[in-house]
């Protein structure tokens, strides 16, 4: 292997967005500081809190951080894109603020992406409930992140509200579109934006961005291997909690960027991936569905919401 192509002598840029996650960023910004990361690129989306302050006690101990403050709250998409335009080196990888990545999630990736010869090669999302999840994470990987033999059951395109990327398998996956925990060759980079029209939480923008790459021609793989997760911080920890307002905000925007979502690229379905339903029916078909899934899930948040207010 020529040096060029040897990963351990890569170069990558970690670009995560950050809003009023001081509390966490001790925690979460180090574990991306893996071999053949040479910078991690946080920007600070407006935060209320003392999250610059954290950052610089950081630097000290990690001079790889670069610091990046918005004058104003861009969101999620807009603060990954400036990012994007900050970082320097020819991979970037997507992270989190209240995130945790897997030690050598990264040079897994970047040895994956030479053997695939692949554009973008992403890891596990995996999500864990309480901090004990957090003290055995292989163990944790394994329970949310089940080895499976039929993808359908994951990832299909003609039930899009089901598809998911919580999964393993033997050998890596070659997908149209894959979830936030990326590693990209920057000139892939260079080809897309994240779309700031959608709204709210942003639900479906990683899907529309990589959905523009795909489009374009590129090379997407998921791991979906142990090695390579991305490891979400338990919500009690993160200081979310769910109420009904929050259930009603998600479920709107759910509709709301998902039917962008499939406006943009119905075309790309229907022509390249051989789905078989028209624009609209699309659309209504994604409506009956995800309205089934809130169904079959509404008890269990309404029991865990009243049952929370009850113990408070």
């Known amino acids: 292997m020529s040096k060029q192509n040897d990963p351990s002598k890569l170069s990558v840029s970690v670009v995560i967005p950050s809003y009023?996650?001081?509390?966490?960023?001790?925690?979460?910004?180090?574990?991306?500081?893996?071999?053949?990361?040479?910078?991690?690129?946080?920007?600070?989306?407006?935060?209320?809190?003392?999250?610059?302050?954290?950052?610089?006690?950081?630097?000290?101990?990690?001079?790889?951080?670069?610091?990046?403050?918005?004058e104003r709250n861009l969101r999620q998409t807009g603060a990954k894109n400036r990012g994007v335009r900050e970082a320097v080196q020819p991979y970037i990888y997507f992270g989190d603020d209240d995130s945790v990545l897997l030690p050598g999630t990264i040079p897994y990736l970047l040895e994956k992406m030479q053997e695939l010869e692949a554009d973008v090669v992403s890891a596990i999302p995996i999500y864990s409930d309480c901090d004990a999840d957090m003290e055995d994470l292989p163990r944790l990987i394994c329970r949310k992140a089940p080895l499976i033999q039929d993808v359908k059951e994951y990832v299909d395109i003609a039930h899009l509200e089901r598809t998911c990327f919580f999964f393993r398998m033997a050998q890596p996956l070659r997908v149209p579109f894959t979830n936030a925990c990326v590693l990209m060759k920057r000139e892939w980079v260079d080809k897309a934006a994240f779309d700031t029209e959608y709204g709210g939480n942003a639900y479906r923008e990683e899907t529309d961005y990589f959905l523009q790459l795909s489009e374009q021609g590129a090379k997407i793989y998921f791991a979906a291997s142990e090695h390579a997760a991305q490891i979400n911080l338990p919500f009690a920890r993160i200081g979310r909690t769910r109420t009904f307002s929050s259930m009603w905000r998600h479920g709107k925007y759910d509709l709301i960027n998902t039917m962008r979502l499939i406006e943009k690229h119905h075309w790309f379905f229907r022509k390249e991936l051989g789905y078989p339903h028209g624009k609209t029916s699309m659309k209504i078909r994604y409506v009956l569905n995800d309205l089934w899934q809130y169904f079959c899930i509404f008890p269990g948040r309404i029991w865990s919401i009243l049952r929370r207010s009850i113990g408070s």
């Open 20 to 70: 009023n996650r001081a509390h966490l960023l001790r925690e979460t910004i180090p574990s991306y500081i893996q071999e053949s990361v040479t910078e991690v690129i946080l920007v600070d989306d407006c935060s209320s809190d003392h999250t610059g302050e954290v950052v610089r006690e950081l630097q000290v101990r990690y001079p790889q951080i670069r610091y990046f403050r918005n």
